[in-house]
């Protein structure tokens, strides 16, 4: 096995492991695009080099992955990406570099639950589900928008304002205070990964007011 580090020349390939192993276990996620590709390679929210495992050098490539370290909370977020066709599951799982990072570390992997072949490989290494996250869709159609109730407004915030990224801010730290695994991050650091977060520049924010005091946001983007 050879792995090297993704550079912003491997988007294409990134893209195309990510979206067909996504494709193979759920293909009603439909694929991600190239702002993701960016953020997977640069790394999220600590910006970590992801890498790209190789059946040898010069070979063909069957897995990416990035450890995503989180320092505020002292978290590893891993994103691991395998062909459907590779048998190699066990060796993209060999993450040994986060070693490097000390210990009192937690080690989360995120796995979509209809991926069987890499549920089961996680329970056989000693992991456990601590939490799910499920996908809320619906059909776009003609359907009018929605009454707002009395004494609510929306409005765009600016994403350039550092004051209209602090009201964001401030929002999600209260609507996550009681979430589960949740560390409040200081605005400095969070201002810092917003302003090279390639989603976020390709997002649109909509503020919730009640009697002009910010009660939530909706943050939407087309990736």
């Not at 910006?47 to 505020?72: C, H, M, Q, R, T």
């Not at 996250?133 to 915030?157: G, H, I, K």
Request: proline content about 5%; glycine content about 6%; overall charge negative.
């Amino acid at each position: 096995m050879f792995a090297r580090e993704a550079t912003t020349t491997d988007i294409d390939l990134v893209l195309r492991i990510f979206n067909e192993h996504n494709m193979s276990v759920a293909p009603e996620l439909g694929t991600n695009g190239v702002a993701w590709a960016e953020e997977f390679i640069a790394g999220y929210p600590d910006v970590n080099p992801a890498w790209i495992l190789f059946d040898k050098e010069g070979g063909e490539a069957f897995a990416i992955g990035n450890l995503n370290p989180n320092s505020n909370s002292k978290r590893f977020q891993v994103d691991i990406s395998i062909l459907p066709e590779s048998d190699r599951l066990d060796e993209a799982l060999g993450l040994e570099q986060a070693k490097d990072f000390g210990d009192g570390w937690k080690f989360w992997i995120t796995c979509n639950l209809s991926d069987e072949r890499f549920n089961q490989l996680l329970l056989a290494e000693g992991f456990k589900v601590n939490r799910h996250f499920n996908s809320l869709r619906r059909e776009l159609n003609s359907d009018p928008e929605p009454e707002l109730p009395p004494n609510t407004s929306v409005r765009q915030l600016d994403l350039n304002s550092d004051s209209e990224l602090k009201i964001m801010h401030t929002l999600r730290r209260d609507a996550f205070s009681k979430h589960f695994g949740f560390v409040p991050r200081p605005f400095e650091e969070y201002l810092e990964i917003a302003r090279r977060d390639n989603l976020m520049k390709i997002s649109q924010v909509y503020l919730i007011s009640e009697n002009d005091v910010p009660a939530g946001y909706i943050l939407i983007n087309d990736e």
